[in-house]
Nanobody
Framework: VQLQASGGGLVQPGGSLRLSCAASRSVDIMGWWRQAPGKQRELVAR???????NYVDSVKGRFTISRDNAKNTVYLQMDSLKPEDTAVYYCNVVVAALDYWGKGTQVTVSS
C-alpha cells in the first residue's frame, strides 16, 4: 500500500490546517500519528472503514478525522492549533492487520 500525504505547514496558534492522505487501495483503518522532537510517536486519531473514530485526549474538540472510502483518502482537520501540536505527522493505514506508513509531514504552530 502506498500512501501520499499532504497539507502540513506553518501556522499561528489558534489557526487551522488540514492534512490529507491518499492510499493506493482500499484499507481497513486509517489514521494519523505524530512525533514531536524528543518524544515518542503517538496516535492522534484514527477511523475505521465504518466510521468509528478514536482521538487522543489532547486533541478532542479541536481535531476532526474523516475519510472518503471512494477515494481511499483520510483527512485530519486541525483547528485551534497550539504550539504543543508541533510535530511530524504520519499517515497510517491498516490492511489485514498490517501497518503501512506514509512519509511524515511537518506541522509547526508558532507565532
Amino acid at each position: 500500500v502506498q500512501l501520499q500525504a499532504s497539507g502540513g505547514g506553518l501556522v499561528q496558534p489558534g489557526g487551522s490546517l488540514r492534512l490529507s492522505c491518499a492510499a493506493s487501495r482500499s484499507v481497513d483503518i486509517m489514521g494519523w500519528w505524530r512525533q514531536a522532537p524528543g518524544k515518542q510517536r503517538e496516535l492522534v486519531a484514527r477511523i475505521s472503514r465504518f466510521g468509528n473514530m478514536n482521538y487522543v485526549d489532547s486533541v478532542k474538540g479541536r481535531f476532526t478525522i474523516s475519510r472518503d472510502n471512494a477515494k481511499n483518502t483520510v483527512y485530519l482537520q486541525m483547528d485551534s492549533l497550539k504550539p504543543e501540536d508541533t510535530a511530524v505527522y504520519y499517515c497510517n493505514v491498516v490492511v489485514a492487520a498490517l501497518d503501512y506508513w506514509g512519509k511524515g509531514t511537518q506541522v509547526t504552530v508558532s507565532s
